[in-house]
Every structure is written in structure tokens, then in C-alpha cells.
């Protein structure tokens, strides 16, 4: 037997008490600072463009130009079938009255009435910060509700838009870090069948969560990270899941040389050593991977990297650090009921003996390798025809999963207003060139009016807005704001500038357009590099990344049948690029931890039965791994936003496609059908190669 010095990593008879101290004082540091990480989230990046594109610079224009233009607007709603009252139409004036201590700049313009003699708009900007302009719409809504019998009443516009954003998200922090410790703490309790050993990674992980809160709070503080409720969100539910997918993985391991060593410190070397590879290699992909969004222009897809490279670095440190001293301190009577005893014949025993399941199902791929990879092939290709079912462009009234009141507004307004009454598009242009501009913009067909030019106090720049007559999410009306730059971009010396939401859905397409062109390649080649590096070889890398690209494509196909029939079938723009790097990352957590044991297996063994075997032995812990990830990314269906729900869709059934699948069929039937040149150049595909006779075990003294 060979005798291996002790990594440096593993815990020992006295430095497993020193590593839980150093974790006790971190956390002890580390909690109050966790907590405060909603005071530094700015939920602005989220509709937040690059400062290049023509809506951020009209804006920016705006900004500087009419200072007291840029508060959010409310817009009160008053409609009633069949033709306003007197009594109606009081009521609106009585409100109007009442919202000049809340208008911005003290002045609520009269009432708008709609053509149909039905409605009425009162509009005006609300003053104040966030937490004054919540407590003026509270009021502002509490106003609306005195109305005379039979007329409705709702207020929409940004301002309430913005209210109800913060009311659906009350809370929500503690909701979704329950929903998945619960989800995590049951499927860990069906994994273990242990009444104890369940809490040990649980209770790991969410440690590591709390660090990672902390460091993600002084890198807001002080290094200007940009963090938003979404990143957040996602911070917590990747934690939880790649941190018990690590635990899940060391403690398989673990309870292995558990049976071939007397002493639980020499067993925890050796599992530390043999899987420490697997799940740096995992880290180390999904990080960098994450941190290659860097090189996105959309704010909150780039916010999004550092965020989440920041959880997998908490989440690496605290499996192979303090979990592995827990787990020595604590003993093997943690795996009661099923006490992993050591037993000398256990030495030489084939594990894979213990796999029943997984035994058959590496049998079965075996035996016909090429028609299981090519069933599977088919199987991921027909479910990717699903993607039919998906379209890109999320309305605005269709964000949030349930009915709220800037929503039922804007459709009230809609039934009585041209489509963009509410938000028109805002041209900014050189005051001398007002007159130009404004004809202009009268030529442009879906423009349904053009209001009088706005001038700046300083007199060099004028705001006209021109109202469209399609909603401004719809497809006409971003057409008609393009003809409209163009009408008004070219006015000679105009210097024009076209803002407002249905510009900035314009800018918001193509931006993201340009990230999905940069940071796709970016991410496939960083994880092919660390793919090369891994295993040493060429073919075997890009087989992975094939299959995991096949993978992405599926669930994306297959998210598209559950997403149309849960009637959300319409994607938010950020969802593709964002479900692709998760998808492509985590995905290849899985074949790393099934490619990194075929290598070592092969060495010992040869190329096909050293796949087999590792097929075999891996088989239970990576669906384990894969059903906790897939339920903790589910778990982000909790939040009322559809963009969270179609993210738990997507990453949810990808993940679980990767398992079953791609891990468990594509990957080792196509690794088997083309023999030991999925290990090229490597030495292990080399005809001369003859496989290493040894017991899978190394010896490592304990310390003393």
C-alpha cells in the first residue's frame, strides 16, 4: 500500500478544532454585516441601460437640462361604463386638489378626459425619495378609494409601477431563504435516511450564504459592486444548491474510505485529496464562468458575475474547510442508522458493488453504447422543437404573476387612450431647431400626437413628446419609434435624442443582443480551457461541451412547453443569456465529477471499464447533486415576478436533463463508442497505455 502525506487541507486531531474556531470567529464577524446587504441593493441597475445607448443619453440629457422634469410620474385613473358623471368628474377635481402636496413641482395639470367621455387622467411627477415617494402613493391610493359608487378608480405610471415592485418583494428575502433551506433539508434527509447527517451541510451552507452576503456587502459598500434584489435572490438559491452539491460529493467519498480506514482523519485525507480536484475544477468553472459577464453592457446582467462568483467562492471555501472538520469532530455515528464500519476485506472491495441501480444502468449503456447515445441525441433534439413555444419580449403588463394596480391601470387606460398616452416618447432636441423637430415628428406614421416643445431653463434644449398610438411594449410601436429617430435624427443641427420606455425597449434589445454575441463565445471557451486542463486532453473537452450546449438547447425547448401551458410562454430579454451561463456551467459541474472519476478509473483500469466504473460509483451522489440543484433553483418560483418563475423553469429542467440525460447516457455511451481517443493526447490514448493493477486506496498515516 502506498503511504501518502496528509494534504495540507485535511482536518486533523487538533487543527479540526482550530479550523472550527476560525469559522466561528469569521461568522461571528461576518453577520451583521450579511444583514445590511439590502441597504446597499440599488434596484435601478435593473432597468438600467449603458450609459451609450441613445435612451440613457436622452435621459441623461433630460437630467441635466430640466432638472425638476425627472421624478417618477402617477397617473390616477377614473373610468365608468356608459359616461362620466358630475359626480365623477368632482371627485377628479377634489383629487387633483389633494395630490398638490404630493406633485413635485406643487402644480397636478386638469384632467384629461378620453374621447368615448368615459375616463379621466390626472397626471403628475411625485416629489421625494423612494420612502417618501412610497408613503405619498399609499396616501395617493387611499384617496382614489372614496369614489362615488359605480366608478373605478386605479393609479398606474411609473410611481405606482415602482410601489408595487417594492410591495411584491416585501419580505420576500427571508420567503425564498426558507423555501430553500426547506427544500434543501428535505431532500438531504431522503438522501441520508439519517435522522443527524442531514443538518451538517445544511447547516454548512448556510454559513457559507452569510459569508458571502458579507463580502458581497463590503464590495457594495466600498467597491462600488452594483447589487439588486435579482442578484441577491440568485446569490442565496446558488449557494444553497452548488454547496450541497460539493458537500453531497465529499461526504460520498468520505463514507467510502470511511470502510477502509480505522482512523475517520486518514479517511477524511484521502476523500479531501481524491475529491478536491472535482469540486475545485467545478468552482473554479462556474466562477469564472459567472465572472465573464463582466463583459456584458447591460448593468444588471454584469452585476450579476460578481455577485455570484463571490457565493461559489463562499461556498468552495466552507465545503472543503469546515464541513470536512465538522464531520471529523463529530464521527462517524453521524451516518446512524448506516455506520459506515471499517473492515480490513473492505480494502480491496470493489464499491461499485454497492451500487445496485447503478450497476444495471452502466450494464445497459455498455452493452450498446452507440444506440443509447444516439436515443439520447434524438430524445434532447426532439424536445428542443419546443423553443417554438418561446418568444423574446416580456410586456409590461404581464411581469408580475398576479394583478396589481399599476397594471390594472394601465389597461383601464388603454381601453379609453391611444396605446401610449401613458408613455409617450420623449424627444430631446436644440432649441433652435424646436419648430423642425416637432413637424417632423408629426410626419412619422403611429405617431398619434405631438405635444408643444418644452424648453429648458437655460434655453438651449426643448422636450417634446409625442404620444404613439400602440401600446409602448408592442411591436408597431417600436417600429414607429424608429422612424422617428430617423425622422428626427435627421433635422439638420437638431442634435436629437429619442427617450422614453418604448426607446428603451429599443436599446434594451439590442443591447442584449450584443452580450448574447460577446459573452456566448466567452463563456465556451473558458470552460473548454479549464475543460483542457482538467483532464489533460482535447477530444474529451469538447465532447463535454457539445453535450452540455445540447443540453441548454433542450431544456430551453422543453422549458417551453411548461412555460406556455403555465401561460408565461414570453421571455424576458436577460433570460437567455443568463439561463445559458448557469446551464453551461452548472451542467458541467456534473460531467467534470463523472470525467475527473473516469480518468482516475481508466488509469486503474482501462477506458471502458473505468468509465463503466465510474458511471457506476458516481451515479447516486451526482443525482442526488442534481435533484437538490434543480429544486433549489426552483425555489426562486416563489418570487412574483415572471422573470424569476421562467428562471426557475429553465434552470430547474435543464439541470435535471443534465443529470438523467446527458451525465447519465450521452456522456458515457459516446466516451465508450469512441474508445480511449476520448482521452487524445493524453497518454491514456495511447495504444502502448496498459491500465495500473492497483486497489483503489491510498494509505495516509494518521496524525498523531
Known sequence: MTRNKRTGLAPGRRSKYAMLVFWLVLIAAAGPLAVKLTEVQDNDTLGALPATAEASRALQRAEEALPDSQQPLAVAVYVRAGGLTDADRAKAEADRTAFLGYADSGQVPPPVPSEDGQALLVSFPVAGDAGQRADAVADIKAQLENAPAGLRTALTGPAAAEDDVFDAFAGMDATLLLATAATVALLLLVTYRSPVLWLIPLVTVALANQLASAVVYLLARHAGLAVDFQSQSILTVLVFGVGVDYALLLIARYREELRRHADRHAAMAVALRRSYGAIGASAATVAIGLLCLLAADLP?????????????????????????????????????????????????????????????????????????????????????????????????????????????????????????????????????????????????????????????????????????????????????????????????????????????????????????????????????????????????????????????????????????????????????????????????????????????????????????????????????????????????????????????????????????????????????????????????????????????????????
Open 300 to 704: 444588471s446582467t454584469r452585476g450579476l458575475g460578481p455577485v455570484g462568483a463571490v457565493g461559489i467562492a463562499a461556498a468552495f471555501l466552507a465545503m472543503t474547510t469546515l464541513l470536512p472538520a465538522v464531520l471529523v469532530i463529530f464521527g462517524r455515528w453521524l451516518f446512524w442508522p448506516f455506520v459506515p464500519r471499517y473492515s480490513p476485506d473492505a480494502v480491496k472491495l470493489d464499491v461499485a458493488a454497492e451500487h445496485g441501480v447503478w450497476r444495471r444502468i452502466a450494464g445497459f449503456v455498455g452493452r450498446r453504447p452507440r444506440p443509447v447515445w444516439l436515443g439520447t441525441a434524438a430524445a434532447l433534439v426532439a424536445l428542443s422543437f419546443g423553443i417554438g413555444n418561446l418568444s423574446i419580449g416580456l410586456p409590461g403588463d404581464e411581469t408580475f404573476t398576479t394583478e396589481v394596480g399599476s397594471i390594472t391601470g394601465q389597461r383601464m387606460i388603454e381601453a379609453h387612450y391611444p396605446g401610449g398616452t401613458v408613455a409617450p416618447a420623449e424627444v430631446l432636441a436644440a432649441a433652435r431647431s424646436a419648430d423642425q423637430v416637432v413637424a417632423a415628428a408629426r410626419t412619422v406614421p403611429g405617431v398619434a400626437e405631438v405635444g408643444e416643445p418644452e424648453p429648458s431653463p437655460d434655453g438651449r434644449w426643448v422636450r417634446v413628446a409625442a404620444v404613439l398610438t400602440h401600446p409602448p411594449d408592442s411591436d408597431a410601436a417600436l417600429a414607429t419609434v424608429d422612424r422617428l429617430r430617423d425622422a428626427v435624427h435627421a433635422v439638420p443641427g437638431a442634435q436629437a435624442l429619442v427617450g422614453g420606455d418604448t426607446a428603451y425597449l429599443i436599446d434594451e434589445e439590442r443591447t442584449v443582443g450584443r452580450d448574447n454575441r460577446i459573452v456566448v463565445p466567452l463563456v465556451l471557451a473558458v470552460v473548454f480551457v479549464i475543460l483542457v486542463l482538467l483532464l489533460r486532453a482535447l477530444v474529451a473537452p469538447l465532447l463535454l461541451l457539445a453535450s452540455v450546449v445540447l443540453s441548454y438547447v433542450a431544456a430551453m425547448g422543453a422549458a417551453g412547453l411548461i412555460l406556455d401551458a403555465m401561460g408565461y410562454p414570453k421571455l424576458f430579454v436577460g433570460i437567455p443569456l443568463q439561463t445559458f451561463l448557469f446551464l453551461v456551467a452548472l451542467g458541467v459541474d456534473y460531467t467534470i465529477f463523472l470525467a475527473t472519476r473516469a480518468r482516475e478509473e481508466t488509469a486503474r483500469l482501462g477506458h471502458r471499464p473505468g468509465v463503466l466504473h465510474a458511471l457506476t460509483v458516481t451515479g447516486g451522489v451526482i443525482t442526488s447533486a442534481g435533484v437538490v440543484l434543480a429544486a433549489t433553483f426552483g425555489a426562486l418560483s416563489v418570487l412574483p415576478l415572471v422573470p424569476s418563475v421562467q428562471t426557475a423553469v429553465i434552470i430547474s429542467v435543464g439541470v435535471l436533463l443534465d443529470t438523467f440525460l446527458v451525465r447519465s447516457l450521452l456522456v458515457p455511451a459516446l466516451a465508450l463508442d469512441l474508445g480511449p481517443r476520448t482521452w487524445w493526447p493524453s497518454t491514456l490514448a495511447r495504444p502502448a497505455f496498459r491500465p495500473v493493477a492497483a486497489p483503489p486506496v491510498e494509505r495516509v498515516p494518521a496524525e498523531s
